[in-house]
């Protein structure tokens, strides 16, 4: 099948422009967990929370949106499993099931998933499709992580919205507008809206 023949059938994501294989699928899902292994690295403490800024929403959000909901589901989910099982691939070096941050992991799970499937739709195709497409995933997230966050720590509600969401709006923003950037600029330069 020719790129172009993918690449203008409705419903297509960024990944759906490769050839067509197994091959590609696993290729794709193996590398999207290790982005998200390697952007998690990018690690900056905040000061009075458990949970550092880093890279690793973005790139969540971005191999969802890119991959489309079945393969962004399924890089997370190796994402999460392999941390899970002990590989320090998780932000600053960590693993395992039990830090407080790992809500955030398991947001990022249902971020992708949902945001994969709404760039089926289009949503990565224009700069304010896909500026709502990621607060979407933004606030999937943090439905996620700030509760965990909450029981892991005993911590109030409150004081986990404090401590788990506020001080990351900003960056959230930024990392926004990159993808606000790329995505469309992405689909620009195959030729296809």
């Known amino acids: 099948m020719s790129t172009a023949s993918v690449s203008s059938r409705p419903g297509a994501v ?27 690295q990018l690690s900056v ?10 890279g690793q929403t973005f790139a969540a959000l971005l191999v969802g949106t890119a991959f489309g909901a ?11 499993l392999v941390g899970m099982a002990g590989v ?8 395992g099931a039990g830090g407080a941050s790992f809500g955030y992991v398991l947001g990022m799970l249902l ?8 760039a089926r739709r289009g ?19 943090y439905a996620v992580g700030v509760p965990y966050l909450a029981l892991s720590t ?4 409150g004081a986990a919205v404090a401590a788990g969401l506020t001080p990351f709006l ?24």
């Open 14 to 40: 960024l990944a759906d422009l490769l050839p067509a294989s197994r091959v590609r699928d696993i290729a794709l899902v193996v590398g999207g967990a290790a982005l998200t292994s390697l952007a998690a």
């Open 45 to 54: 403490p905040v000061p009075g929370s458990p949970v550092p800024v880093t």
């Open 88 to 95: 320090p691939w998780f932000a600053g070096g960590t693993s």
């Open 170 to 193: 900003i960056g959230d923003a930024l990392k926004a507008a990159l993808a606000m950037g790329l995505l469309p600029a992405a689909w620009k330069l195959v030729g296809r809206k």
């Open 70 to 80: 079945r393969r962004g589901f399924l890089s997370l989910a190796l994402y999460a």
């Open 111 to 118: 971020a992708a998933t949902v945001v994969g499937a709404l």
């Open 154 to 157: 005993g911590m109030s509600f």
């Open 123 to 141: 949503a990565d195709r224009s700069v304010l499709r896909t500026a709502a497409t990621m607060a979407l995933g933004s606030a999937l997230i």
